[in-house]
């Protein structure tokens, strides 16, 4: 989430103020007061550009705008900022990566574009916002370098597409295909966080009809914008300053736990255990606890609030759920979503003071059935607050649009066992010493029941390699320990290398007792809580 609020009602005032001032004292009074500060935080921008024959007026009016719009860019960022540049004809030139600051090197790229070639229309703009909103290698395309720039987690997203031409891929004709993958441009870019603003140059009228809804599906679909500019190329500039001015901001937020406000960082404990994560059977609500079916289809339903604390506006953006091994610290990557299995999205819109629920498809579900899941909030208007790293618990901690569920129900007979996994991993970049800590915020389990801990050959190994240091446990078998203190008990000083993730097994045996109990295994590192699970027994009568 970001932590920027862009005033525009007083950059708007401002404005109005200069107008009235020039109009009533005439040209030779002083220049209009500037408008308002209007600060959007990090961006990242990318321009994507038809540089074929007919584009001539288009490039030059931007060679002749891209200082104030570098200006601009610097208006609303300062020097947090990516720029990077790609032009198309039937294929794609990645002139400049995303690349931190550099304006220096965008204004070389435009000031060296030429406009001509292209074999006629239509022009390869559905393949050049694919490289640049998917980050295309080059292998295998008609592209001469791989666009490998970053887009930022925590950045405003915004592609901005220049053409006069119909989308064509790379074959040169325009068919119903291509159509398809120009709404499949947007739908990607909108499930990117990317806006894509658009602006069309009627250098011939023939094809307005299908090329103006193209390019008003790509504003629609991502939050951007669609402008269309003079026959010349009068207007292009002007309309990227208003692009990049077009810096809306939302805040919808996942609660980590019921507490939550959604402010960020969030120093609570127990930021792996979101209320607003649950599990239905069917798209109809459903109480909590639900435990997923294997093999059928369930839906994961994730309560969407807002406002948040740092802006008040309706979103909109794309809901996405994951899932892993129950456990504690777990490795996130923007790509290969390291320890986190992709289950499904969806976009929609969130109005602001009733909030939303988004309901995502989960077909069919794996074995054996005991998950942690992760919902993020991606959005162009509402971008992560702190750049995500590849702990999933500090970015957790740090980004109130995602949040963490690692609760799990069981129901056991008495003496009866449920064994579940339990993974120790370690996300951060170092070598750890993690601590086990099994201890409940409510009835414990261990002591009317049984609590049994399974680390296995490997992870006992490690255990004992730093002297099986432990508090309330006691050893029952080879590489099995017991809780035996209902209250607290650690397994102390399990070294971890970084990636590393160890699976455990954990057997829950119901007492003689009925009723509901609770127990949480936390991973901790001096202390400090990096991943945990809860588990939910419920005992039942003989």
Known sequence: MHRFRRPALAALAAIALAASVTAAVGPAAAAPLPPAPRKCGPIDVSFIVDDTGSMGGAINNLKAGINAIAQEVENQA???YQLSLVKFKDNITVVNNFAPANKLAIFAGVNALAAGGGSGEPEAS???LNTVVNNKPAAGRPQNVDFNGAWRSNATKLAVLITDA???????????TDLANAAARANEAAGHGIKISSVYVPTSTTFNNPIIPIMQNYANTTGGLFTQAQPDGSGVSTAIIDFLRDCKRSDVFIRDQVVDNGVEPNGNTQFWASPDIKVCPTQADCAP???????????????????GPYANANGYGT????????????????????????????????????GAVAKVKWTPVPGPGHFCLLARWVSATDPMGYPETANTALNTRQ????????????????????????????????????????????RPLAGS????????????????????????????G???????DPKRAVLRGLPINPGERHVAELTFVGGAEPGEFVQHVVQEVNGEDIGGVGYHITVEKE
């Open 126 to 128: 559905d393949e050049a």
């Open 478 to 484: 080879e590489t099995q320990v017991e809780v035996a």
């Open 399 to 442: 980004n109130n649009n995602i949040a963490w569920r690692n609760f799990n129900t069981f129901r056991v007979k008495p003496h009866g066992p449920v064994k579940t996994p339990y993974a120790v991993g370690n996300a951060t970049e170092r070598p750890i010493k993690t601590d086990l800590v099994i201890s409940s915020p409510e």
């Open 78 to 80: 300062g020097t947090d």
């Open 166 to 176: 119909r989308p064509g891929g790379f074959d040169d004709t325009y068919d119903n």
């Open 449 to 476: 029941g049984r609590v049994i801990i399974d680390l296995g050959p490997r992870l006992f190994a490690l255990w004992r390699s730093t002297g099986g240091q432990g508090e309330g446990v006691k050893q029952v």
């Open 319 to 354: 809901l996405k759920v994951y899932r892993t091994t129950p456990g504690g610290s777990t490795n996130w990557h923007p790509v290969t979503l390291g320890d986190w299995t992709f289950i499904g999205q969806e976009t929609l819109s969130v109005p602001s003071g009733p």
């Open 289 to 307: 606890g639900f435990q997923p079916v294997v093999g059928a289809t369930n839906w994961v339903h994730v309560r969407l609030n807002n406002p």
